[in-house]
């Protein structure tokens, strides 16, 4: 079975540019995150999908980021325009279903995003 | 969402069992603990997930005291390949979001 596919792996852009960031879940996982590590800091959670609905992005930093899930499938993250402090490694994470005894969520390689 | 607390660092020798301990003073009734181990460049990756007592699998055992705030990861025999960082994670019921904390950098020498 496919595991979580991040693209690209890495991706190189100059303040003010726009990038878009995607993800493919593992099939059938109906719960898809999107976490991210600045520089130094800790991996902090941007916002999680149920199906194609935003069931909370709350981690979300400002309205320059856009996350989609068009039809529940595969998501975008798009920075619009990018800053330099949005370099970082950003990872998806999916998951079967909520609740149960094992919220185990399995998470991609990461897009690691250099912002010059 | 509930806080956790770990060494930034451990080292250990091959062969040996190694216990992370982990401090979340503020875990609400619904919360899971859960474990991820991560190698550079690449993703968290799951390694055990508890709710009290003691949960064992075929890497590690979680080991949860009853007032939950906090656990023990314990890992037996590692090796080389057990260097990594080790987040301990509190969610809740739903699993939402994980809490990523600095993790527990181990590394076992030979």
């Known amino acids: 079975e496919a595991g979580v596919t991040q693209f690209p792996s890495h991706s190189v852009i100059e303040k003010g540019q726009t990038v878009t960031l995607r993800c493919d879940p593992i099939s059938g996982h109906d719960n898809l995150y999107w976490y991210r590590r600045v520089m130094g800091k800790e991996i902090k959670f941007l916002l999680h999908?149920?199906?194609?609905?935003?069931?909370?992005e709350s981690g979300m930093p400002n309205n320059r980021f856009l996350a989609e899930r068009t039809g529940g499938t595969y998501s975008t993250l798009k920075v619009q325009p990018a800053e330099l402090e949005d370099s970082g490694v950003y990872f998806c994470?999916?998951?079967?279903?909520?609740?149960?005894?094992?919220?185990?969520?399995?998470f991609g390689p990461g897009t690691r995003l250099t912002v010059l | 969402l509930a806080k956790t607390t770990q060494p930034i660092s451990m080292d250990s020798y091959e062969g040996q069992e190694v216990n992370i301990t982990c401090s979340h003073n503020n875990i609400a009734t619904n919360d899971y603990i859960t474990w991820y181990q991560q190698f550079p460049s690449q993703g968290p990756r799951f390694i055990i997930q508890?709710?009290?007592t003691k949960v064992t699998n075929e890497v590690a055992s979680l080991f949860i005291p009853a007032d939950r705030k906090s656990s023990t990861l314990s890992l037996p025999r590692v090796s080389l390949s057990d260097t990594a960082v080790y987040y301990c994670l509190v969610g809740d019921g739903n699993f939402n979001k994980f809490y990523f904390g600095s993790g527990t950098k181990l590394n076992v020498k030979p």
């Open positions: 999908f149920v199906k194609e609905s935003k069931q909370d």
């Open positions: 994470a999916s998951s079967q279903v909520q609740g149960g005894d094992r919220g185990e969520q399995f």
């Open positions: 508890g709710y009290k």
